[in-house]
Structure formats: C-alpha cells, structure tokens
C-alpha cells in the first residue's frame, strides 16, 4: 500500500517536470544552468566546453545565430546584424560550419549542450546587401536567393494593415505577428514552403548534434504557424540524449504585462522566456523599490508561469543594452548586484536558469539612451571577431567580460547542482532586506540585499560539519579558500554579513564540507 502510494507520487512528480515534448532541456545528469556565450566565436565555446563549463558543471550554451546574416556596415558590424538572416548557410563572424560542428561534438562529448538562438520570424531589413557568406540578398523585394525565398515569402498588405508595413500597435496581435517588426521583412509562415525551408534548417542543426533552440521573436509568429513548423522536426541524436526525443525549445516572448500577447499562448510549443523575472528581481536587488523579504513565495504566486513553462535570467542581450523594452535589469555594469541577484536566482529552484555572459561596449548614456549599445564584440583591425583568452586568475581577456567565470557565479552553478530535487525550506527574513533559506538538508544561502547588517544564529538544516562559503572562496581538495562556516548538531550557524561588504551573501553546501573528500561541481 505504501509503496504503491509512493510510486503514485513519484509517477505525478515525473509527469509535472515536463509537461510537453519540448520543455525538456535536455541537460546531463545533474546539471541545470545554461550559459549564453554572446558573439563568441565557435572556436572558443569549444574551448570552453572543455576547459571549463564541462568540468563546472554547466549544462548548455546558447550561441549566437548560426546561420548567415547581412553584413551591416553602418554602424560598423553592429551584434544586431545577427538577427537579419541572409541564408541558412552555417557561416558567421562565430565561424563556419566546420567548426561549428566541430563545436557541438565537443561540448556533447563533454557533457554540455548547444541551444541555437533560431531567427525564423524575418529576413534583412527593406535594403539590399550581401550577406556573411557573401550571398546577395534584396530585403525590398524579399528577395533571398541562397535560401530561396521571394516576393510571395514575406507577409504583404494582404495580411499586415499597418499604415506602413511594420508594427505599430503592439495590442493588435494581427499587426505584431503579420506586420514587419522594425522594418525586418516578415516571413510568411502560413505557407508550406517557408515552413519547410526553415523547418530544413533547424534539421540540419539537429543533424549536427544541437539539443535545442531559443526561437528568436516568438511573439511575432502565430503559435499555429509554429506548431506547423515545430512538427516537421526530427528527433534529437538518440545517441547523446536518448531515444524519441524532441528538441528542446524555448520562446521568445516579451511579456510584461500590458500587451494583447501572452506567454501562455506559447507553453504547447515550448517554454518562454520569462522577463518579468529579472525586472522584479532588479527591483529587489538593484533598485531597492521591493523587499527580500517578501521572496518566500517567489515563483508563478508572483504572476509569473510554472516553473517548466519558463527559461529565467536577470538580463539578456537586448535589456542589458536597453533593446526590446524588457525592462531595467542589472547587469555586469553593477557587479555586486549581479553576484547577489544570481545567487539567489541559482539557489533558488524556480525556472530554468540562464546566464548572460558579454563583452565590455563603452556605454554612453545620453538623455536616457545609450548612444554606444549597437556595439558589435570585440574586434580585430578587419572587423573579425577578437577570441577570448583567459588570464591567470581564470577571468577574460580581450574585452570579454565572462560572468560566468566569476567565482560567486559558477560556485552558484555547482550548488544547484548538487541541491537539485529538494525545495526551499525554512525561508526566513531578518528585516526588510535579509533572507536566508536552504534547500533540504543539501544547501543553505543567506543574503543581504542592501547595506545593513545580518548577524544571527540561524538553522541551516545541513549536518553538523564544517562548509566552505562558496561565495567568499573556492572548495579545492577538501580545503576552502574562503570563509568556514560551522553548522552545529543542531544545524545551526553564525551568520554575520555585512550589507556593505563587496559580497553579502553567504552560501554552503553538502558537496563543499571542509575536510570531506567528496568533490562536487556537477
Ligand atoms: C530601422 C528603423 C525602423 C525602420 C527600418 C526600415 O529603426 O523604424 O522600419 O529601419 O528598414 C536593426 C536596427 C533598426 C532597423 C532594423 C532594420 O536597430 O533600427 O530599423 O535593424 O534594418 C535586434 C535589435 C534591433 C535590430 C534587429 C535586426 O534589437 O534593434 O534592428 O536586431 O538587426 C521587441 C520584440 C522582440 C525583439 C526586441 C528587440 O518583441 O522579439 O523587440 N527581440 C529579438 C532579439 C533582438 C532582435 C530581434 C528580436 C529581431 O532578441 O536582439 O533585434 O531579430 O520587443
Ligand atoms: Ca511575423
């Protein structure tokens, strides 16, 4: 009786961790963090499966479009001109397809997957040009010969009734998914033709070894048209990720709130982005205009959707530049907040995380707007994208920012990992502003979300034992680098963080006991 009720359950919970044939991440066994490696060219994200993120614990990356784009020379090789696909011939400033494939065998092979960021809504803009594989292409006259498309392959006046084409009214859903979105010609995916053509592409990154994809401007498409095109694709390589397995998908939709186009409307094809996520985070973290004390019940109670519906994150490459109005994120540009907003968001079990990873631009904020944020990455002489090299500290080189190699940020990976399957337990706040809570009796975090000060004996649920603070040092051969916290029979501990220190967090976990032999990241 018993062990059928228990079977019960565990039938239930296996069934409510992915609800469609998408949402699967797809992710090695005990890792749950996607990194987004932005602009980084296909060589070094192969490098970095190997000597970093496979070893971290890290589950995937999310690339930058793969496929050819127009080259755009005013302004100089901004990063946009990424999403104004030319073809779907495998050929970037990232790199070709040779090394793209070489890319995904070798992240596969050391246990880290590639989510492809997918532009299939649009083409260029209305101008001709030729594009990063030195194809010609006519965005007037939807004219793409290397794909092919024509005229009768982007949305007319049939279908769009704005005034002049594009989008204006963003509560007409009409306008926002047959209208071109900041004069990119739209794609007509009612058609079978283009729905094959762009459905071939994503085969044939399938066929390559990619686990999944990021669907650029999902709002922009009807959710029919993509179930249309989302229905033509083949499994993912049986051999890396099991057998009858679709790619994992994950929407981009902007969604604050206050438009016709919601969320939901994507959950059977996927999972969405979630950006109200970060923003609300930010007004904790960042702004101040919101308690920490309040997160006890932080997930879908917040109006935000399930846990599997939903990728989250604190910023992306469009609000972390000001692009797309997804709201006022923090970003690298105030680190501190950064370190303790991504402590949480990785402690916490809500979503499955993604991590923004630049390159440094010189913003240049006037009137509000950055005058600078079309930047393209790092560059050499000849506008070829500039590697990224990795200094003795373990941190980037040559303009690349990599947050993802900040020690309180991958230290965070690793303690998900190893508290993956408990819940939070025994939230606690101290005042408007600290919070402490732990993940079964696998992990405990305290944080301190302004400048005052937390000093308490809290109980932490670990056995008795001695943790290293993952935030302050590094766990290395059964050693902490950083500060030891003692958790007595009882599980409790001395907390004291001062809210004005450079890291006012403090996070210990079961795989990072001094003295233990068991090494954790992943
Ligand atoms: C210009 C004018 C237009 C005019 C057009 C005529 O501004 O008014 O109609 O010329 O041709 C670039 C330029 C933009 C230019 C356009 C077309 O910035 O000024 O229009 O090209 O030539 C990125 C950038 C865009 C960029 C685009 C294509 O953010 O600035 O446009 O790439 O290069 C909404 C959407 C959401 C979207 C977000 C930005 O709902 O889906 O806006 N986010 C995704 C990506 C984003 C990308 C796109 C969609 C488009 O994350 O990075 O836009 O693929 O919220
Ligand atoms: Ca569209």
Known sequence: MKVTIICLAVLIM?????????????????????????????????????RFLGPRGFCAVQVSPANENAVVTNPNRPWWERYQPVSYKLIT????????????????????RIYVDTVINHMTGGYSGSGTAGDHFDGNSCSFP?????????????????????????????????CDLVGLKDLR????????????????????????????????????DLEAVFARLHNVDSNTFGSGKKPFIYQEVIDMG??????????ATGRVTNFIYGVKLADIFL????????????????????????????????????HGGGGAPITFFEPKQLKIGTAFMLAHPYGFPRIMSSYHWNRNIQGGDDANNWAGPPHNNDMSTKSVTINADMTCGNGWVCEHRWRQIYNMVAFRNVVSGTGVLNFKSYGDQQISFSRGSKGFIA?????????????????????CDVISGNYENGACTGKTIHVDSNGNAHINISGTSDDPVVAIHVGAKVGSAMQVTG
């Open 14 to 50: 296996a069934a409510l961790v992915y609800c469609g044939p998408y949402s699967d991440p797809h992710c090695a066994p005990g890792r749950d963090t996607v990194v987004h490696l932005f602009e980084w060219k296909w060589n070094d994200i192969k490098a970095e499966c190997t």
């Open 258 to 267: 206050g438009e016709a186009i919601k969320m939901a409307e994507y959950f």
């Open 447 to 467: 944080i301190v979300a302004d400048g005052s000060h937390l000093n308490q004996n809290i109980n932490t649920n670990l056995p008795s034992g001695n943790y």
């Open 146 to 178: 290397a794909v092919p498309y024509s005229n009768l392959d982007c949305n007319a006046g049939d279908v769009c009734h704005s005034s002049d084409g594009s989008i204006q009214n963003y509560n007409n859903p009409e306008e926002v998914r047959n």
């Open 189 to 224: 995916l009612s058609k079978d033709y283009v729905r094959d053509k762009i459905a071939g592409y994503l085969n044939h990154l399938i066929s390559i070894g990619v686990a999944g994809f990021r669907v650029d401007a999902a709002k922009h498409m009807w959710p029919g």
């Open 287 to 322: 702004r101040h205009t919101n308690q920490a004390k309040w997160l006890g019940s932080w997930g879908s109670s917040w109006g935000m959707p399930n846990t599997n519906d939903v990728v989250v994150f604190l910023s992306n490459h469009d609000n972390q530049r000001g």
């Open 93 to 112: 400033r990232s790199g070709n397809e040779q090394e793209f494939r070489d890319m995904v065998q070798t992240c596969n092979n050391a246990g880290v």
